[in-house]
């Protein structure tokens, strides 16, 4: 590991606060340089200050800084720069004129430093016409910040340094030293002694891949996209991937193809999703005007536990709660495979993120969830011990369905109404029994009157026809105590009734109305939902 990147990883823990304050500061600056003319005290205050933040910063290590539509994170690290009105606002800066990465050296100087700010003060549209902020900083000689520019040298040497292919891999790395030996890059030899011919473009290597049925022709094509679709990759040409990756899915989920030969793609696809790729694609996920989100979603979901951490990460640091929606999509999209990298998210300090991490692991409905989620449930704001119970009743299973089921005995009557709720929206059968344990309990002083009437709403959306008889008796039975309340609950019951449908229910629905009484009626519109809606007869 170089040194200076080993000292980033030794100051981890200052790595984010010291990036949020330069970032911060720096973003005050640039305003300052728009806004007050060149001798003001105030703008060579500000500026100062801005200075010994970037420099303190420098001085752990050279530090990269991928520049998002809304904040920052830091290339190789694992920690997040929790994102402010300031970061945001200096990232939307940067944005705006095209940059996707900005790399600072240890020995950054105070001019390069002014001269950064003062090209990066220029509007958009001039520093387009100039050819680039990374030209602009050319053409002033500055050396200690560069923009839009990966260590190629340190991705392509990582495998040959001794360090795991696994890591190489995560930088974009074609590393599989046990593989097949790839075709020369350069040039493709004719038969016959014919003069070599040029190495195929990457769409003329699409269309043979699209064509091509044979396992071990098939794996060597990808293998020279990969070597092709890298360098774009290197380049941040992310608008010429995406176009690779729309041809390359469709191939993916051909049933045509071999098991290999998916699998050869998959593999692609992975390589060239990982780091800044998958950045440039959740910007446009988090760009309400963007239109292609769901081709996003499916290119997102093939990028496998890599891709996740990154929107895992992007959703902890945004402060947008249509980001937050967006990229939580994209979590469930991928299913299990997202699952690690959501539940860190239970422990984060703010609500909202909580509150997403514990309705995407009810989305994605695995059980090793329960867990977890049985601890939100204690969580001090209501919000997130609502959306647990939810997540768990949609989760289902005997744990899940337990856990859910222990609420209806708690004190916390909005906690057990809305169990009880979602036990019946999930149609949970195996709550049956207990809500009609429920129904049925003594209660002379009424206190479990509102939960009797939704476990018999909860009791109808299941759809269980086993819990007709027990209905048919509570409708029948003859109350001298609380007859109004008693009465509620048979309303009730009839409505459960209907909702389950069926022929003993459609005699028993024609009885009641014929019978005369308060009950007649209702008993009579319901019957008529019933033949509207076209219940089949038993």
Known sequence: MPEDMKNIADDSERLAPACQKALGDTSKALKAFAFYPENHPLRRQIFDSAYQSMAALAAMGRISLIVQRGGFAIAGSQSVIETNPMTKALAQELFARELQRITIQPELSLA?????????AVAPQKIAEEGG?????????????????????????????????????????????????????????????????????????LAALADEKDESRYRQLTRLLLKKALPLKLEGNFDRLYVVFLRLIPQLADPARSAACREAALEVLEQLCLGEM??????????????????????????????????????????????????????????????????????????????????????????????????????????????????????????????????????????????ITWLGNCRNHAALEPLLQLVARR??????????????????????RRALDPLFRLVRRRHLIAPARRLEQKLSAIEAIAALGGEQARVFLQEISAGGGELARPAQVVLEAMQHRGDEHE
């Open 112 to 120: 390069d430093f002014s001269a950064l700010l003062s090209i990066l």
């Open 133 to 205: 902020v990374g030209e602009m900083l050319a053409k002033a000689g500055v050396t200690t910040v560069t923009v839009n520019q990966i260590d190629v040298t340190a991705v392509f040497t990582k495998k040959t340094a001794g360090q795991p292919e696994q890591d190489a891999t995560e930088e974009g790395a074609v590393g599989d030293e046990e593989r097949e030996p790839e075709p020369e890059p350069e040039t493709v030899t004719a038969q016959s002694g014919a003069a070599p011919q040029a190495e195929p473009g990457i769409d003329q290597i």
């Open 278 to 419: 998958a950045e440039h694609l959740l910007d446009h996920l988090e760009d309400v005007d963007f239109p292609q989100k769901e081709e996003i979603c499916r290119i997102l979901k093939l990028g496998g536990g890599g891709v996740a951490e990154a929107i895992a990460r992007r959703l902890a640091a945004t402060g947008s709660r249509a980001s937050r929606k967006a990229l939580g999509t994209a979590l469930v999209r991928m299913g299990t495979a997202a699952q690690p990298q959501v539940l860190p998210l239970l422990k984060d300090g703010r609500i909202a993120v909580v509150q997403m991490a514990v309705a995407i692991l009810g989305e994605i409905g695995t059980r090793d969830a329960v867990r977890a989620l049985t601890v939100t449930l204690q969580h001090p704001d209501q919000r997130v011990r609502m959306e647990s119970i939810r997540s768990l009743a949609r989760i289902g299973g005997m744990e899940a369905t337990g856990v859910v089921l222990s609420l209806i005995q708690a004190e916390d009557e909005a906690a057990a109404v809305q169990a």
């Open 443 to 464: 209660d002379l002083m009424g206190k479990l009157q509102v939960l009797k009437k939704e476990a018999l709403r909860a009791i109808g959306r299941i759809g269980d």
